[in-house]
């Protein structure tokens, strides 16, 4: 049985759109965390000295990267519209559709 909660929420059912990305001290908390997780996690291949914080960046932004056209195809999958996809982007639909429209279903650009 479907539940009110169960049902997705798109942007089309709000009268404000969800905010873009969070650039504030708690996304600047979490990725100060994972970037301490990914030096520790080091393997012995990563850089020693001042490049090895760098090179953890640069590993968690490429795995990031690397993960978004999936969460692209699932947002799709489960009805959100390329507009929805675009907030969550900072983007416009277009732009969202033309870099991660081979990632699922094309559904309208609403």
């Known amino acids: 049985m479907t539940t009110e909660s169960d049902k997705s929420v798109s942007t089309a059912d709000l009268d404000v ?7 504030d001290e708690d996304s600047e908390t979490m990725l100060d ?11 012995p291949t990563l850089f020693r ?6 090179q953890a960046l640069t590993s968690l932004i490429a795995q990031a ?15 959100d519209s390329w ?16 870099r991660d429209g ?8 609403a």
């Open 17 to 23: 759109l969800p905010a873009p990305p969070l650039f």
């Open 33 to 43: 965390e994972a970037h301490h997780v990914a030096c520790d996690l080091a393997l």
């Open 49 to 54: 000295g001042a490049a090895a914080p760098l």
């Open 65 to 79: 990267e690397a993960h978004v056209a999936g969460v692209v195809a699932r947002a799709l999958d489960q009805d």
């Open 83 to 98: 507009r929805d996809v675009a907030c969550c982007l900072a983007s416009t639909p277009e732009d969202a559709r033309r």
């Open 102 to 109: 081979a990632a699922g279903k094309e559904p309208p650009l």
